[in-house]
């Protein structure tokens, strides 16, 4: 009976994730290159666009960032510093940020987006479509450029295979478990 509860469990995980709504985020890869600073990770975005513009494209909120910054003082990224104006602009630590991602072909305005590493707060903002600034005080100024692509997401046919591999599995625990119960009868 346990089995069948777990088979029942899987079956209806499964289904939940295969048949889950729309995102309400998307996931962006991101890569700034300067002479003596590299920082690559991901940020996710609101599907929702915020109402601000750069030139003709529409901003969404930036919701969270990872990755490293390589270079001296950097680090792993271990956060965002939200913004209590979102989308509108905020200053903290003497940075003015808004924390909006635009699309090509600038993807952060001159306000950017405020991040930290252990112990050291970064600004990343674009002067332009092919100039963009890393500051952290006492750390470094930098310029460089900026690529932004869309992360990889699962097609549909990778989501069909997990749900009949779990099913499978699902359906091997029950055979045995049925045989078990009839060789000890």
Do not use: K
């Amino acid at each position: 009976m346990a089995q069948c509860r777990i088979l029942i469990a899987s079956l209806v995980a499964s289904a939940m994730a295969f048949f889950a709504g729309p995102s309400q985020a998307a996931t962006f890869n991101y890569d700034f290159a300067s002479g003596s600073y590299n920082v690559i990770g991901q940020i996710r975005v609101s599907n929702t666009p915020d109402g601000i513009f750069l030139g003709a494209v529409q901003g969404s909120d930036i919701l969270a960032i990872t990755g490293v910054v390589s270079g001296p003082g950097g680090g792993p990224i271990t956060g965002l510093l939200l913004n209590p104006n979102q989308p509108n602009p905020n200053v903290a630590y003497g940075f003015l940020y808004d924390n909006v991602r635009f699309g090509p072909p600038q993807y952060l305005d001159t306000n950017g987006v405020l991040f930290t590493t252990p112990g050291i707060v970064w600004n990343l903002w674009g002067n332009g479509p092919t100039d963009y600034e890393l500051y952290a005080y006492g750390v470094t100024d930098s310029h460089g450029t900026l690529t932004d692509s869309p992360a990889p997401t699962p097609l549909p046919s990778t989501w069909t295979m997990l749900l009949i591999g779990l099913v499978g599995l699902g359906f091997v625990a029950h055979r045995q478990s049925r045989s078990r119960a009839l060789s000890a009868a």
